[in-house]
């Protein structure tokens, strides 16, 4: 699943992978690993610095677990806000993806861990991502989606991984597995990646036309057509064994590099195999910091953040806030090493004498709470908790015993077990209405006091796996009255799940046992929050998104919060004028209330520090010095990609360059609600000048400019200086699709109340550069430039002129 084969003659061990990019998962599942926020989260930051640190962390978590290859990180473009895995990229724009991924990459490296980047490539959105085709322009590809990849081979990335979908563009039309002018001619001829080429997990559809378009190692194996398939080709003279020399080679380099190649002369390991001893405490520390500096004030009218030194009485609301969403869904799940909760930070951070209420008020899940099996009794043995029996394809029972615990999954099955039967008397104790039910994936049949509640017949493959629906099932449920008299035994519920048997994955059974209670309604629960709120001296409201709408495997059908968490806002803003909303999602939504609130701040997938860092942030022990990676729009109905669904097998990326904000900086696009790279951070800041030194007159030399800026408020703080390339009118008018701005560079500054510092931003030549599809080379038009230096794309600040003059 997760290694290459060892071949012990030559020396050759094991290369042990695993995912991904919120951490360093142990792929034998043994072990926790610490939890980062999402990547969105780190781009945030704007930070290379910190970004560098956070690569030695993988560094440390990948030899704690054994792992010399992390698959990450995932430098595809936030293309469309609703795609599914828009929280695992870094940003809409590739020199900001580019620069922390290649920050991240080459200090896990130079401690001697390999990192596999991914997904090579326009593989930017969920909805039938194994099937799609991606229809780009070569100039699209180029200058947008081919760029962070491009970035990263250059700075020595060790691995790249290719995509499942596939790509009309770059000269032919193919899987990505199979693209030889992208994956053979521009990544390894032109670009001189002398890296691995690893396939997606199950991506790989042919023998002969994978080998030839340069795929390297499929995984996982040997399942799959690499597996009997390819020394069948060899034999027949399909594919010629000198076509293979150079796989090998770049397995065998890969092994090297990871120190899993031992020389034949003394046995000894080459490459480089760092040990970074690290505690839990350490990767704590860096993780709260990462958090908190990530965090983005969106608005702060009133000044509410960082709190009033004096004690306060803090009303704490909302299901995030009781249960945060600490990670999206799918493939880069991660146990975690801890979880902070926001109520035991705050408790622990606030002066003596401060109260916080916690109060959930909003429903933002589909399906009900698990099923507590306290409550349950084998029906067979009457012994207390669950009764689990595997079956064969004749129905006949193999195994069975009794559970006290089920986290909803079977993995010890057989290759001889069809079916896992579940029978459970669940005791009803409560008067009122109770929801019950089952979550699964493929053939099934649940029953409660043999009434049907769910039936399919539908066999689950690996395709299940692909599209993460066996991460989160929405549960079947049915609703039964409790406590009525006679029924004390309680109800029967039974549940028949197929056994998975997926090509290339491990066997498994999913069975989500879910109940609510009956209780209070939603409104009821509402009206406790807004009382919480109106007695409380500051209110702090926390909503976002799920595991049900943020995955790996599907992606999102629109930008509302889900549930009822808007009206949860609408009254906390009516009881108490004082309210900060904290939004804890990875990707963009809809904020219909904005405008209405006087303090908002965007918190990310948080990770394992997610109630340290805000409580941090908060208190003021940390400034919240994040900026927007990507646009948050104002309506749905304004974003340039709304949407990622395939027409007719076809993902056409007709907005072209216009990817991200730069389709927002177009005349007559509305107006976001807070554009490319905003951030208020906690103090203020007066641009006071720029400088250009380097070679302004020279082609293809990188430039600088110096920029000061001078803080002007009361605290401490962190500017994020960016620097956008406008075409002077002239340029713009000779290439109408070039975009209105793009970021040419940026850089982070330091500066105590009233100091004046100055920062210096890199603009790369390439910022000026365009691709010539017709001379398939790179060009510099000829012409004025003007580099503009400010807080956010829509807040710039200063200008300098930057002349290029033709190329020789």
């Known amino acids: 699943m997760w290694a290459t084969t060892p071949v012990e003659r030559i020396g050759l061990d094991r290369v042990l992978m695993t995912d991904g990019p919120v951490g360093v998962r142990d792929p034998e599942a043994r072990d926790s690993s610490a939890m980062l926020p999402a990547p969105s989260a780190l781009s945030a930051t704007w930070d290379v610095v910190l970004a560098r640190r956070v690569g030695a962390l993988f560094a440390a978590e990948a030899r704690r677990h054994d792992v010399d290859m992390v698959l990450a990180p995932q430098v595809n473009l936030q293309r469309t806000p609703v795609g599914g895995r828009h929280f695992e990229c870094y940003s809409e724009d590739p020199h900001l993806t580019a620069e922390i991924a290649v920050a991240l990459v080459v200090a896990a490296q130079q401690r001697g861990v390999g990192m596999c980047v991914k997904h090579y490539v326009a593989n930017d959105s969920e909805t039938d991502r194994t099937r799609y085709l991606a229809r780009v322009d070569e100039r699209t590809l180029r200058e947008a989606y081919l760029a962070p990849f491009e970035r990263l081979v250059r700075a020595g990335a060790w691995s790249v991984m290719g995509a499942y979908s596939g790509i ?58 690499w597996g009997d398939g390819l020394l069948a080709a060899v034999h027949a003279d399909v594919v010629a064994e000198s076509e293979l020399d150079d796989k090998v080679r770049r397995l065998l380099r890969l092994a090297h590099r990871v120190g899993r190649l031992r020389l034949p002369d003394d046995g000894t390991t080459a490459g480089t195999r760092v040990d970074t001893p690290r505690t839990a405490e350490d990767s704590s520390a860096l993780l709260r910091e990462l958090v908190a500096r990530s965090t983005v004030v969106l608005k702060d ?182 406590a009525v008299e006679g029924a004390v035994e309680g109800v029967l519920l039974e549940a028949d799940l197929q056994v998975v048997h997926p090509v290339g994955y491990d066997r498994f059974v999913r069975g989500l046992l879910v109940h609510r209670l009956p209780g209070p309604s939603a409104d009821d629960e509402l009206a406790v929050a807004a009382a ?50 904290v939004v804890n999602a990875g990707a963009p939504v809809v904020l219909p209330w904005y405008d209405d609130a006087p303090a908002v701040l965007w918190g990310w997938l948080p990770g394992q520090e997610a109630g340290t860092a805000l409580a941090d942030v908060l208190t003021g022990a940390t400034e919240p010095s994040g900026r927007l990676p990507w646009t948050l729009p104002a309506r749905e109905a304004d974003v340039p990609v709304p949407h990622a669904v395939p027409a007719d097998g076809v993902v056409d990326y007709a907005e072209g360059l216009d990817v991200g904000y730069r389709a927002w900086e177009r005349p007559g696009a509305p107006a976001p609600a807070a554009p490319f790279g905003h951030g208020l951070g906690w103090t203020t800041w007066e641009y006071e000048g720029a400088t250009l030194t380097g070679a302004p007159e020279g082609a293809r030399q990188d430039v600088e400019l110096r920029v000061t800026v001078r803080n002007t408020g009361p605290r401490p703080g962190r500017e994020v200086v960016q620097v956008y390339v406008e075409p002077g009118a002239e340029v713009a008018a000779a290439d109408p699709a070039r975009p209105v701005r793009w970021l040419g560079g940026f850089a982070v500054a330091d500066a105590a109340p009233g100091e004046t510092v100055t920062a210096t931003v890199r603009v790369p030549a390439r910022a000026l550069e365009t691709w010539d599809v017709a001379a398939g080379a790179w060009t510099t038009p000829p012409g004025a430039y003007r580099l503009r230096a400010g807080r956010s794309v829509r807040d710039l600040r200063l200008d300098v002129e930057l002349v290029r003059r033709t190329e020789i």
């Not at 953040?305 to 869904?329: I, K, M, T, Y």
């Not at 006949?396 to 089920?406: C, K």
């Not at 049949?445 to 299940?464: H, I, N, Q």
């Not at 409380?536 to 995955?551: L, M, Q």
Request: proline fraction near 7%; glycine fraction near 12%.
């Open 532 to 581: 919480a709120a109106s007695a409380a001296d500051v209110a702090v409201v926390v909503v976002g998104t799920t595991h049900e709408v943020e995955s790996e495997g599907f992606d999102r059908t629109g930008l509302a919060l889900p549930g009822n968490q808007d009206e949860l806002v609408r009254r906390v803003l009516a009881a108490n004028p004082r309210t900060v909303v």
């Open 168 to 225: 009309d563009g770059g000269g032919a039309t193919a899987p990505a597995l199979e693209h030889r002018p992208l994956l053979t001619g521009v990544l390894k001829d032109e670009w001189g990646f002398d890296g691995l080429v690893v396939s997606d997990w199950v991506a790989t559809g042919s023998v002969a036309a994978a080998v030839r378009g340069g795929l390297d190692l499929q995984m996982p194996g040997p399942d799959g057509p």
């Open 301 to 482: 009218d009133a000044g509410l953040v960082p709190f009033a030194a004096a004690p306060l009485r803090v009303a704490l609301l909302g299901a995030h806030a009781v249960e945060p969403f600490f990670q999206g869904g799918g493939s880069s799940f991660v146990v975690p090493d801890r979880l902070s909760y926001p109520a035991d930070a705050l408790r622990e951070t606030l002066l003596a004498g401060s109260v916080v209420d916690v109060v959930a008020g909003s429903r933002v899940l589909r399906n009900p709470p698990e099923l507590d099996l306290t409550r349950c009794t084998d029906p067979v043995t009457g012994e207390p908790g669950l009764r689990v029996e595997l079956l064969d394809a004749d129905g006949r029972v193999r195994r069975a015993r009794t559970r006290t615990s089920w986290d909803g999954w079977a993995h010890d099955v057989g290759p001889h077990d069809v079916t896992l039967r579940l029978r459970a008397r669940v005791r009803l104790d409560e008067p009122g209405t109770h929801e019950l039910g089952v979550g699964t994936v493929g053939v099934h049949r649940v029953t409660v006091d043999g009434r049907l509640v769910s039936a399919g017949d539908v066999v689950a493959r690996e395709d299940v796996i692909l599209a993460s629906g066996h991460n989160h099932p929405i549960a079947a449920t049915t609703l039964v009255e409790g």
